[in-house]
């Protein structure tokens, strides 16, 4: 019997060895994969194909890249940004990754060891496989998965064949890594989807350094001094820091920024070309809303109280000389000038509320989308030691309106861990709504101490503002369910909106909103706060399933905020 190499055809071996140098020459990530994959499927004649790699921080496989009918369903619900991944035992995926072993299959339909939750998300079956290890150095990175062969079924032929393509593919998905982490350690990191690739952001970085306009973000936790002393692990603070860092890195990377350093606490960022300063303001605010979520989670794992954490966002647009700054043996991609001092010391204002501070050029940029602001305010810029300097203006961002929805920067105080109640607030035209509401909500809360609270909870003959204030008192969540009669109750207007929103300010309370018709909530405050189901499809346009769906998202969503 010959070895595996003698199984294949000399055009099969000419063939390899071209794709070797085509994958050899591809750099970028997201290039070579699509590449891999086109050539795997015409090798083997497959449809499907999947590259699926290891991540270390989930411990479980995501599919990094995927061709066929399915390949964008694929990557939304198993890709590398998904909650949910592919394990590492009960797949054959993750058996190829473990033991490093190729695996053909002709017969998965009965297999009752093949996973099929991702057959069951795409609705096609997998019917035949060959799955084959990505290897460097005798380290695994993961595996490539070719699926469901249009003529006969997989042989020994074909399993080489891949085999030995997988061998090339590895390497070169392991240096197209390793350029990434050097342009990320080199201060350019930017989202893989950005137009250029690889190849010219180092003929960038090589270049000498240019003048250009661009906009530049500060961005810092306050408090974390603080933090770090009632965590006191080591690990517990480098833990908290990696995704406060991580957090602050997507939502720049989310808005087509670089970035450029992390700064112990806090993160400098670069945003170029159109809309450079509109993406800059888009990804603070994205900061603020996510920064939120991080701290009620932080809050969770302590007894201590955490509402002195913040973060504080400086934006400034200059003309900066830019580029690789150093030497040839080593340098830095980075900017430099008065546009950069003015984003830091607009950042280090950026306290007590006053979250997003901005400069002129930047405001103006953005003038249009932004629905609330102070400013102008005149402040000077000196350096150390200078008696006078240079008058500047900035602005405080508050919110801004996109798509006829409001983004604020208002500061929230943590969930305080003693309250668990919901407190219902809806106008009595609508009690058939209410109904629907209490009926969806009873198996969440069944057996579990939680209180939910309506009007018709207050007795008659009550007192009614007392039975208010107290139930107000005991909520984590309160439910708003906005209707024109909602908006029109003047009793609503002047007796529980007030309070409601006031607790959402000072301590914390969540408050979600279910539209139930076309109204004119954003002609109110209510538009400040998170609307459970799109107000531009309210639930009463849905048919009677599409209503019960949207009660469920409402139900989970107050399940998550009282973390049942």
């Known amino acids: 019997m010959g070895t595996d190499s003698e199984l294949l055809e000399k055009a099969e071996l000419l063939t390899l060895v071209e794709c070797g140098r085509e994958l050899a020459a591809e750099v970028s990530l997201k290039t070579l994969l699509k590449t891999i994959l086109d050539r795997a499927s015409i090798l083997t004649d497959s449809p499907d194909a999947s590259v699926i790699l290891y991540s270390e921080k989930r411990g479980d496989l995501y599919f990094a890249h995927a061709v066929g009918e399915s390949a964008g369903l694929l990557l939304s619900q198993w890709g590398e940004s998904s909650t949910q991944g592919v394990p590492l035992t009960r797949s054959k995926a993750g058996e190829v990754f473990r033991t490093g072993m190729s695996l053909v299959e002709n017969a998965l339909a009965d297999d009752a060891n093949h996973f099929k939750d991702v057959d069951s998300d795409t609705n096609r079956p997998t019917v035949s496989m060959i799955c084959v290890p990505l290897t460097v150095a005798g380290k695994p990175i993961g595996a490539v998965q070719i699926l469901n062969k249009r003529s006969d079924g997989y042989t020994d032929h074909d399993r080489v064949l891949l085999e030995h393509f997988a061998a090339q593919a590895a390497v070169a998905i392991r240096n197209a890594r390793l350029i990434e982490e050097i342009l990320a350690h ?25 003048r250009e306009t661009i906009t530049i973000l500060f961005a810092d936790m306050r408090g974390f001094t603080q933090l770090c002393q009632i965590f006191g692990s080591p690990e517990d603070t480098q833990r908290i820091l990696n995704d406060f860092l991580a957090m602050l890195a997507e939502a720049v990377i989310g808005q ?22 509109l993406n800059a303001v888009r990804c603070a605010f994205t900061m603020l809303a996510n920064f939120g979520g991080m701290r009620d989670a932080w809050d969770a794992e302590t007894n201590a109280p955490l509402g002195f954490l913040d973060v504080g966002i400086g934006i400034a647009t200059d003309s ?25 010391h607009l950042m280090e204002h950026a306290r007590n509320g006053r979250r997003i501070l901005v400069d002129k050029k930047t405001f103006n940029a953005v003038r249009s989308t ?28 508050k919110s801004l309106t996109e798509g006829g929805a409001k983004q604020s920067a208002a500061p929230a105080s943590p969930v305080p861990k003693t309250r668990g109640g919901v407190f219902i607030s809806y106008s009595h035209k609508d009690g058939a709504w209410l109904g629907r509401l209490q009926t969806h909500l009873k198996p969440y809360l069944r057996g579990k101490p939680i209180s939910v609270w309506d009007d ?14 107290q139930a107000l008192e005991d909520a984590t969540v309160a439910v708003l369910l906005v209707s024109p009669n909602f908006l029109e109750s003047e009793f609503i207007a002047s007796s529980e909106l ?24 954003d002609e109110t405050e209510i538009s400040d706060y998170k609307a459970v189901i799109s107000p531009d499809r309210p639930i009463d346009t849905m048919s009677e399933a599409e ?7 409402v139900c989970k969503w107050i399940k998550e905020v009282l973390q049942l």
């Open 456 to 469: 018709t909870k207050i007795k008659p003959g009550g007192r009614w503002r007392e039975e208010i204030a």
């Open 256 to 277: 087509s920024g670089i970035v450029n350093k992390f700064l112990g606490d806090g993160i400098l960022a670069f945003f170029r070309g159109k809309d450079q300063a």
């Open 320 to 344: 900066v000389i830019l580029g690789s700054v150093g030497s040839d043996r080593a340098k830095e991609f980075t900017a430099i000038g008065v546009g950069v001092i003015l984003a830091a």
């Open 547 to 553: 209503q019960n769906k949207s009660w469920v998202t």
């Open 186 to 210: 080199m201060g350019f990191y930017a989202s893989r989807d950005e137009a250029r690739g690889p190849t010219e952001l180092i003929d960038e970085l090589n270049r000498p350094a240019h």
């Open 370 to 397: 932004v629905a609330e602001y102070e400013g102008p305010e005149q402040f000077e810029l000196k350096k150390p030691g200078e008696t006078t300097g240079n008058m500047y203006e900035r602005y405080l961002v």
């Open 498 to 521: 007030p309070p409601l929103l006031a607790a959402a300010r000072e301590r914390g309370l969540t408050i979600l909103w279910v539209p139930l018709s076309f109204s004119s909530y």
